[in-house]
């Protein structure tokens, strides 16, 4: 019997779960999957679906795929003759005779709720159900399957936590000389706590000798905040915004960096956390969520609300070269614990079960 796997929310520029889903496919080829997408896959065979089902094309286009997932997908199920449908996102079709299994990622529009936000509407309302009707739900961390437990009442035998992966042919210890700066990846979304992050750089006792570097998409509604900040602090000429960095550009950036800080209130697995360790970079990370299950003791914990031990840490970097060689060997080892084909091998294992 086909395996179709739900591949209609692909973005062209990857991002979490689109990076999820292209380096899963690989390990699930000896299912003979078909994939649902509107992309192109040579290897694979396709069942075409609408190219406007995406985040590219906004909310329009969340809303276009819902829509789809519910009215059409269905249809598509009876005519491959599926008796199992994979979801590497939490959507499928409710209330039909669709099976499915589905990726869970985190919860942290129910843990961080802003009102009006379709996100958190979606996640207190759709997943929950999605969730109560799947045959099973693979997640990416033991946080996440807790928050669920949690969060939805689901019981534990029907979830199955199955770690991500780094891409360690990409990220890679490059031997380039590491210049001034703490760097951040990722969202400037509040929960990701970079207000607490420029306070307590700014509270560097020699600060003025180094730098703070923010990479990831500039958004209209939360950096403007942050700039105010940093011009508040004294430090704007210290932070940089660098926007979107390219993939390409990024292992370079991450091997020249002082430490990667990452001091985020709450993460479903914390992918920039393995891509800093797998360069050989320090970590600064929280202690709590999903991140100490990444980081084992290969990088230094704080607690992400203690403006303090934010910047103690960082300047136990600045002072300690025994420290940074330590963290540094530390995670390129730790990083080995964790590969696409482990991933792809537990959640075949999960699969065929309910084939």
């Given amino acids: 019997m086909p395996l179709p796997i739900n591949l209609s929310f692909l973005l062209t520029k990857p991002t979490g779960t689109t990076t999820y889903a292209l380096n899963l496919l690989p390990h699930l080829e000896k299912l003979e999957p078909i994939l649902l997408t509107s992309q192109s896959f040579p290897d694979y065979k396709c069942y075409p679906t609408p190219n406007n089902l995406t985040s590219e094309q906004g909310l329009k286009g969340h809303f276009n795929r819902l829509l789809w997932t519910q009215f059409q997908l269905p249809k598509i199920y009876k005519n491959l003759k599926s008796q199992l449908l994979f979801s590497p996102i939490p959507e499928a079709p409710l209330y039909t005779n669709s099976r499915f299994i589905v990726t869970a990622f985190d919860m942290i529009p129910l843990r961080f709720p802003k009102r009006f936000s379709p996100l958190t509407t979606y996640h207190k309302y759709y997943t929950p159900e999605v969730f109560k009707q799947a045959e099973h739900i693979i997640c990416i961390s033991e946080s996440t399957a807790n928050d669920i437990i949690q969060f939805y009442q689901i019981p534990s035998n029907k979830i ?133 299950e990444v980081a084992g003791d290969a990088a230094i914990l704080i607690n992400p609300y203690k403006i303090g031990e934010i910047t103690a840490a960082m300047q136990a970097i600045i002072n300690d070269s025994e420290l940074r060689k330590e963290l540094s060997e530390k995670g390129l080892k730790r990083v080995n614990q964790f590969s696409w084909k482990k991933t792809g091998k537990a959640t075949v294992e999960v699969l065929k079960q309910y084939l």
Wanted: hydrophobic share 40%; glycine share 6%.
């Fill in 160 to 292: 199955t936590p199955i770690l991500l992966a780094g891409d360690n042919s990409h990220f890679q210890f490059l031997n380039l000389p590491t210049r001034n700066y703490f760097l951040y990846i990722g969202r400037q979304d509040p929960y990701k706590n970079l207000q607490r992050l420029i306070t307590a750089f700014s509270a560097l006792p020699n600060r003025n000798d180094y730098e703070l570097w923010l990479a990831g998409p500039y958004d209209q509604r939360y950096s403007p905040l942050l700039e105010t900040q940093t011009q508040e602090l004294g430090i704007s000429h210290l932070v940089k915004f660098l926007n979107y960095v390219s993939y390409e550009e990024l292992p370079r950036i991450i091997n020249q960096a002082l430490a990667l800080v990452f001091p985020t209130l709450w993460e479903g697995f914390g992918l920039p956390v393995l891509e800093a360790m797998a360069c050989g970079t320090p970590v600064i990370t929280s202690n709590i969520s999903s991140l100490p």
